[in-house]
């Protein structure tokens, strides 16, 4: 079984729009720091996750390091990308751009709620990507026009 780490935007975002359990067909398993679990404050997100027996919440085992990130991300940012690396994790799913460079600069695998979304249609547990990229935006998830045409590309809906 794949190590798979997710941060809270996509977690929020996915459970925003209904799709939180896209993650557990694609992935069986989720892991989240204990940072992550703390900043899934809205709803219903926080009920979704809190009952997910497949999302497993773990403490990162040196805090101590997580200052060497501290200038630059937020604190759940920082447990995944240092959860990853005491778990040898497989895949992390991160959205902020920030995280995203750290996490490759420190060779790990990495995805955002998008590339989930284009493995949820390649694995055939979704039909289209668009309507739940349009769900995402509408419910406050960001995505840049750029992007948008990208995924919708890369999904063969554009």
């Known amino acids: 079984m794949r190590k798979v780490i997710a941060n809270t935007t996509p977690l929020i975002?996915?459970?925003?729009?209904?799709q939180l359990d896209l993650?557990?067909?694609?992935?069986?398993?989720?892991t989240i720091p204990r940072a992550v679990n703390h900043?899934?404050?809205s709803e219903p997100a926080r009920t979704l996750v809190s009952a997910a027996d497949w999302i497993r919440v773990e403490n990162v085992?040196?805090?101590a390091g997580?200052?060497?990130?501290?200038?630059?991300?937020?604190?759940g940012e920082i447990e995944v990308i240092m959860l990853?690396?005491?778990?040898?994790?497989?895949?992390?799913?991160?959205?902020?751009?920030?995280a995203k460079k750290t996490a490759k600069y420190l060779g790990l695998t990495v995805?955002?709620?998008?590339g989930v979304l284009l493995k949820a249609k390649k694995e055939g547990f979704v039909p289209e990507v668009k309507p739940l990229l349009e769900a995402l935006m509408k419910d406050g998830l960001?995505?840049?026009p750029t992007v948008q045409n990208y995924v919708l590309e890369q999904a063969g809906e554009e």
Not at 84 to 98: G, H, R, S, V
């Open 39 to 41: 900043e899934i404050i």
């Open 111 to 114: 995805t955002g709620t998008m």
């Open 13 to 18: 975002a996915l459970a925003g729009i209904g």
């Open 66 to 75: 997580k200052s060497a990130f501290s200038s630059r991300l937020h604190s």
């Open 61 to 63: 085992l040196v805090p």
């Open 142 to 144: 960001y995505v840049s």
């Open 84 to 98: 990853a690396q005491e778990k040898t994790a497989d895949l992390l799913i991160i959205d902020d751009n920030a």
């Open 23 to 30: 993650l557990r067909k694609l992935y069986t398993e989720i």
